[in-house]
């Protein structure tokens, strides 16, 4: 059965016409999408038509099977979706605005090796109205503190790698007759496929654009992500550089900082080399680790002093704050760890 929430403003015309009813059905049906609300609340809509509704789509694809919640607020979301697949999504309450981090795909097939997401491969796309599901469950749950006001594509999944269903959920939320989030309130986070890159301007699409860099060259790129053996990093930057020259829109490169392996003056060199003549802010992100994971992160007076040197060698940055590290903060680590404890479960009994 198809998500409600998969059809677009042009759909719903299309799907209220064919069922015998007038085109400004369409407008009614999306506010009840943008609200989540139930089909038991489309009270202005003749119960005719929500039966035959009913019988083609879901009005909730997603299942909360459970939360955890973090000491500075931040909440993990685990979700099943209509099939049983499990995915993550996490609600950051913020000074500036509440902001809703979603995931892409089941799973990932990127193989970063610092990452929880991609352990057990990459499962499936979502649909345009899976990922749209996750911020409406929570906007709905939230609506009395204050809503959402920001998107951010960094959950699990490889967003460019589901291009179609990312370019369709980003028209989704940014719709006057949906959630209307402005483009420069979505965030777009992507391990590297420039060619898609390059076509999101095309499709309209001019969110705040991420690249998980990670590394500013090839070869140690290469020991910690797979899609670097694919693409270069100077193919990625120019690839954002024409992001930036079609948009006018300043992109966010993310870091990862790893103790002892990216974050020496030797990497701050290789970081402004790289990324002269692009408009960007470089986020660095100390390494949250996960299970099985040999690498750690920096000390914070070490993350920091990085940091500085990269400002001191005309390269913007920052060190982000981290949000829901007491609670699996990493993607992928509540799902992990609910599948796991299940097996052991099922294996005692």
Do not use: W
Not at 86 to 101: A, F, K
Not at 102 to 111: D, K, L
């Amino acid at each position: 059965m198809r998500p409600l929430c998969d059809l677009n403003i042009e759909e719903l015309v299309a799907t209220s016409e064919k069922y015998g009813q007038p085109k400004y059905r369409a407008k009614q049906i999306m506010r009840h999408i943008a609200a989540y609300d139930s089909f038991d609340e489309y009270t202005d809509l003749p119960k005719s038509f929500i039966a035959q509704l009913k019988e083609e789509y879901s009005d909730r694809p997603l299942t909360e099977v459970t939360r955890v919640t973090s000491s500075d607020g931040a909440v993990r979301y685990l979700f099943k979706t209509l099939n049983e697949d499990l995915i993550e999504s996490v609600y950051l309450p913020h000074d500036y605005g509440n902001s809703v981090c979603v995931s892409a795909q089941v799973g990932c097939g990127m193989g970063c090796v610092f990452c929880a997401s991609g352990k057990h491969g990459l499962v499936r796309n979502l649909s345009a109205g899976e990922i749209l599901s996750q911020v409406l469950h929570i906007a709905r749950e939230k609506r009395d503190n204050g809503g959402v006001n920001k998107i951010v594509m960094m959950g699990s999944g490889e967003p460019l790698a589901n291009y179609d269903n990312t370019v369709k959920f980003i028209k989704l939320v940014n719709s006057a007759d949906g959630l209307n989030i402005g483009m420069r309130s979505i965030s777009v986070s992507t391990c590297g496929l420039p060619d898609k890159i390059v076509q999101l301007p095309d499709d309209g699409i001019s969110c705040t654009l991420s690249l998980s860099l990670h590394a500013a060259t090839d070869a140690k790129r290469k020991t910690i992500m797979k899609v670097a053996e694919k693409y270069s990093v100077d193919e990625l930057v120019d690839a954002l550089k024409t992001y930036f020259d079609k948009t006018g829109r300043r992109v966010i490169l993310e870091y990862i900082l790893i103790d002892g392996f990216n974050d020496t003056k030797a990497d701050v060199a290789d970081i402004k080399n790289l990324l002269k003549g692009l408009c960007c802010h470089v986020n660095l992100i100390p390494l949250n680790p996960t299970d099985n994971c040999s690498y750690m992160p920096p000390t914070k007076k070490r993350a920091y002093a990085f940091c500085d040197m990269l400002n001191s060698a005309g390269v913007s940055a920052s060190v982000r704050r981290s949000m829901g590290s007491d609670v699996a903060g990493a993607c992928g680590q509540l799902k992990n760890r609910t599948v796991e404890e299940k097996a052991k479960r099922n294996k005692k009994s």
